[in-house]
């Protein structure tokens, strides 16, 4: 039977992407962190969930957040200001936590300000 998340499970299952955070795992301990948000993720919605359905979700939805997003902005009217979200409230719908997810994968990892700092101190 094939498995589709609902928008509740989109919400439950970007909600342990951002706890968790794959991407700032360590090399060689990726694998374990996706495999221990499938664990998590498969208890919390009492259905087995495979490592590969939650990243294939992630990039749609990735992908439709960046659409919708791209579409606003090319759409004439009142520019929509990000500031303006209600903190308390985006972590209600997927858009809300798609954006906090994409915003947390662009900040750099402890371990490339390590290697920034090196290179800097290099330079000089």
Sequence with gaps: MVFR?????????????IRQKPFAAKRG???????????????????????????DRLNLLKARFKATEQTSAVASGVEESLQAVNVQSHYSDADGLVR??????????????????RSKRKKI
């Design 5 to 17: 998340f609902t928008s509740l499970q989109d919400c439950e299952m970007l909600r342990e992407l």
């Design 29 to 55: 301990a990726t694998l374990d962190v996706w495999d221990n948000i499938a664990a998590a993720l498969s208890s919390a919605l009492k259905t087995p969930v495979k490592v590969k359905q939650i990243r």
């Design 100 to 117: 906090e997810y994409m915003a947390l994968e662009r900040l750099p990892t402890p371990r490339q300000l390590q290697s920034y700092q």
